[in-house]
Nanobody, 128 residues
Framework: QLRLVESGGGLLQPGGSLRFSCAAF????????IGWFRQAPGKERVGVSC????????NYADSVKGRFTVSRDNAKNTVYLQMNSLKFEDTAVYYCAAYHNGPFNDYLPDLNNEFDCWGQGTQVTVSS
């Protein structure tokens, strides 16, 4: 069974920090780029960050640049999203997702591309 399992959500005040983890099971994690997405209530899901299969390339949405950092530890089959200086507008359900079919090794997909395997979603609520 192919699946991604997320952990690390929570409730915190503006300016706080937390770290998400996304662990992969049932497929070769090292060949997959991993993206992070979020969906606020009543809004469409949007891309947040992405990391290539071996971690040499990353990208970020403008809204999180300088505050969020994506990283991965392929030996642990895990990708992380460190979130600092959280804002009210970061409140959303966050998802990790795998991109299975890059055209070359260590491909970094655009966040608007179609990702293939999704985690269950984890709530982050930022409130004062």
């Amino acid at each position: 069974q192919l699946r991604l399992v997320e952990s690390g959500g929570g409730l915190l005040q503006p300016g706080g920090s937390l770290r998400f983890s996304c662990a992969a099971f049932g497929f070769t994690f090292v060949v997959n780029a991993i993206g992070w997405f979020r969906q606020a209530p009543g809004k469409e899901r949007v891309g947040v960050s992405c990391i290539s299969s071996i971690g040499s390339s990353t990208n970020y949405a403008d809204s999180v640049k300088g505050r969020f950092t994506v990283s991965r530890d392929n030996a642990k089959n895990t990708v992380y999203l460190q979130m600092n200086s959280l804002k009210f507008e970061d409140t959303a359900v966050y998802y990790c997702a795998a991109y299975h079919n890059g055209p070359f090794n260590d491909y970094l997909p655009d966040l608007n591309n179609e990702f293939d395997c999704w985690g269950q979603g984890t709530q982050v609520t930022v409130s004062s």
